[in-house]
C-alpha cells in the first residue's frame, strides 16, 4: 500500500533521519493523545488507557498536561495502526528522588549527585540556577549503579511541600537498623522493607519513602521513615511482557575485553547484539558501564534477554586522541584539547589518574565524552595512550557541516582532500558515496589525522562513517522502535502535535 505524501521529517542527534509517512485518517488518535517514548514508538492514550504516577492513578488524559522528561514504562497489546501507533493499554511515570536539594554543585538530592545536562528537562523552572539548597524538588531519571549518581531526566519543584519524600538507589551498606544509599544514611528502625528476599543489604535496589523533615541538612540521617521496598531497577513490579521491545537505561555491567558476540547488562536485562544489529550515536567500541543508551529488539520474559536490532546512544558519543600536557588540565576536573572544551561527568572513569592536574609529561591519551543538547562535552572516559604523536590524532563526533572536500565535527575543520572512506561495516567508500550519505548530526572519526600548520584543518588518512545508512523512506507506514510489546524510557514528547514526532530532546 502506497501512502499520501503528507510526511513528517524525524532528527535524531546520533544523525537518524527518517521520513514518517501518516496516511490521512488512519491516526484514529487526536494529536493531544498521543505519547512518545524516546525514539522507540508513539502511543495513543484512550480512556480505558491505566496512568499510574508512582502508583498513584491518574486519569488517562490528565497525565498528558505532565512534561517531557518523566521515565515511563508502557506497554502496549494492540497492533500498531497504519502509521505505527498502538494504544497505550499501560503508561507508568516514575519519579527517582523527591525531597531537598543537599548540593547545587555538583548537583544532589537527598545526597544523591545528579548528572544535569543540556538534555535535561526543567519543568517549570528555567534551570538549575533557580535552585538553592533546602529546596524541595522531584527528580526522574534513570539510577547509575555503577557511579552511584542519577542521570537526571526531569527535574521540578514539589507540588506539596507536605508530600512524603523518596529516596531511590542501590544500599551500599546495611545494618538492622540503618543503611546507607549513596552517601545518605537512613534510619530504617521498626520498618519492614516489602518485596525482599531476606534482610535488607548492599546491592539491593529499594525504594524509601520518609515524611517530610524541616530541619534536615546535607549530612543528617534521613528519618521517619514510613515505607521501604526492594525494587526492580527496570521495571518495579511490572512484568514485561514478550515480543517487540525498547529499553533505556545505563549499562550496568560489560565484560572487558568485550565478549564476542557482544552482550552486556542493562537495568537488570541482558542485552545481545548480532552483527545485523545497527548502531546509532555511537559504535560498539563505545559501549561501556555507565553509558546511556536505548535497545530495541525482541525480548525473550524467560530468559531475561533483548536481542537488539538497533542500538542508540542517547546523546552522541565523541572520542579524541590527542598528545597533551599538564597545561590541557584546568585543576577543575575539565580538560582543555584541539579546541575542545570537556567537562567531567560524575561517572567519569579516570584510569590513570589525570585528573584534575594531568600528566607530569606529555602523552598520548584518549578522551571519551557524550554531547548533550547545547552542545556540551561530558567527558565519561581518560586514560594514557603511550608516546604523543601529533601525526597521529583521532576525533570522532557529529558532523555540524559539510562542504565537499571538508566537513566539520563540533566545529573543527576536516579536510578530507588526503583521506580514504569507509562506511560503518569498515567497506571502502567513493569520496562522492561518503558525501552523499552525510547529514548534519551524523557521527564520523577521522583517523590517523596531523593538523594543517597553515589552515589548522585536521587532514586524517582515513575518514569512517560511524552511524548506519539512513532508512529509506517507508512507503508501508512507521517501522516504529519498539513497537511492540513494551518501552521503558524517557517522555519526549506529550501531547504535542508537533513534538510527539521529532526524536531526542529540543
Request: hydrophobic share 45%; charged share 20%.
Amino acid at each position: 500500500m502506497t501512502l499520501p505524501s503528507h510526511r513528517l521529517l524525524l532528527l535524531h542527534s546520533g544523525a537518524l533521519a527518517l521520513t514518517l509517512a501518516l496516511a490521512a485518517g488512519s491516526v484514529h488518535a487526536r494529536p493531544e493523545d498521543l505519547v512518545r517514548i524516546n525514539a522507540s514508538g508513539v502511543y495513543r492514550v484512550t480512556d480505558d488507557t491505566l496512568v499510574l504516577l508512582d502508583n498513584d492513578t491518574l486519569a488517562p488524559l490528565e497525565a498528558l498536561r505532565l512534561a517531557r522528561g518523566h521515565r515511563a514504562y508502557v506497554e502496549a497489546s494492540s497492533p500498531p495502526d497504519a502509521a505505527g501507533i498502538r494504544v497505550a493499554d499501560m503508561i507508568r511515570i516514575e519519579t527517582l528522588l523527591r525531597g531537598p536539594m543537599t548540593g547545587i554543585d555538583p548537583p544532589s538530592v537527598l545526597t544523591q549527585t545528579l548528572l544535569v545536562t543540556g538534555d535535561t528537562v526543567f519543568d517549570g523552572l528555567p534551570g538549575l540556577e533557580a535552585l538553592a539548597i533546602g529546596d524541595q524538588v522531584e527528580v526522574s531519571g534513570f539510577p547509575d549503579l555503577i557511579a552511584g549518581t542519577v542521570v537526571a531526566t526531569r527535574i521540578a519543584r514539589m507540588d506539596d511541600p507536605g508530600q512524603d519524600w523518596k529516596l531511590t538507589g542501590a544500599i551500599t551498606t546495611a545494618t538492622a537498623n540503618s543503611l546507607t544509599i549513596g552517601a545518605q544514611a537512613v534510619d530504617i528502625s521498626g520498618v519492614t522493607a516489602a518485596n525482599c528476599s531476606g534482610p535488607l543489604q548492599p546491592g539491593h535496589f529499594v525504594e524509601i519513602e520518609a515524611v517530610p523533615d524541616p530541619a534536615f541538612a546535607a549530612g543528617a540521617t534521613l528519618q521517619g521513615v514510613v515505607s521501604a521496598s526492594c525494587e526492580d531497577a527496570a521495571f518495579d513490579e511490572f512484568e514485561p511482557a514478550e515480543g517487540d521491545a525498547s529499553i533505556e537505561g545505563i549499562i550496568s555491567a560489560l565484560a572487558d575485553p568485550m565478549p564476542d558476540p557482544l552482550s552486556f547488562e542493562l537495568a537488570g536485562v541482558t542485552i545481545n547484539a548480532t552483527p545485523q544489529t545497527d548502531f546509532r550515536g555511537g559504535t560498539p567500541d563505545d559501549l561501556d558501564e555507565g553509558v546511556r543508551i536505548e535497545a530495541h529488539g525482541q525480548f525473550d520474559a524467560n530468559a531475561g534477554v533483548l536481542t537488539a536490532t538497533e542500538i542508540r546512544f542517547l546523546q552522541a558519543q565523541v572520542r579524541l586522541i590527542a598528545p597533551a600536557d599538564a597545561g590541557a588540565f584546568t585543576g577543575d576536573a575539565s580538560v582543555e584539547l584541539l579546541g575542545l572544551h570537556f567537562v567531567a561527568a560524575p561517572q567519569v572513569r579516570d584510569e590513570d589518574g589525570l585528573l584534575p592536574d594531568g600528566p607530569l609529561a606529555e602523552v598520548q591519551v584518549e578522551l571519551r565524552a557524550f554531547i548533550d543538547a547545547n552542545g556540551m562535552l561530558f567527558l565519561t572516559r581518560l586514560r594514557e595512550r603511550g608516546t604523543p604523536d601529533v601525526a597521529d590524532l583521532r576525533l570522532q563526533g557529529p558532523v555540524t557541516a559539510i562542504a565537499n572536500p571538508t566537513l566539520e565535527v563540533l566545529g573543527r575543520t576536516i579536510d578530507t582532500s588526503m583521506a580514504a572512506f569507509r562506511d560503518a561495516a569498515g567497506k571502502l567508500l567513493t569520496r562522492e558515496a561518503f558525501f552523499a550519505q552525510l547529514l548534519p548530526g551524523t557521527l564520523v572519526s577521522a583517523e590517523e589525522a596531523s593538523i594543517d600548520g597553515v589552515t589548522g584543518a585536521l587532514k586524517p588518512a582515513l575518514v569512517q562513517l560511524e552511524d548506519g545508512v539512513v532508512p529509506p523512506v517507508l512507503e508501508t507506514g512507521i517501522k516504529a522502535m519498539g513497537e511492540g510489546a513494551f518501552s521503558a524510557g524517557t517522555i519526549t514528547a506529550l501531547g504535542d502535535p508537533a513534538g510527539v514526532f521529532r526524536a531526542g530532546f529540543e
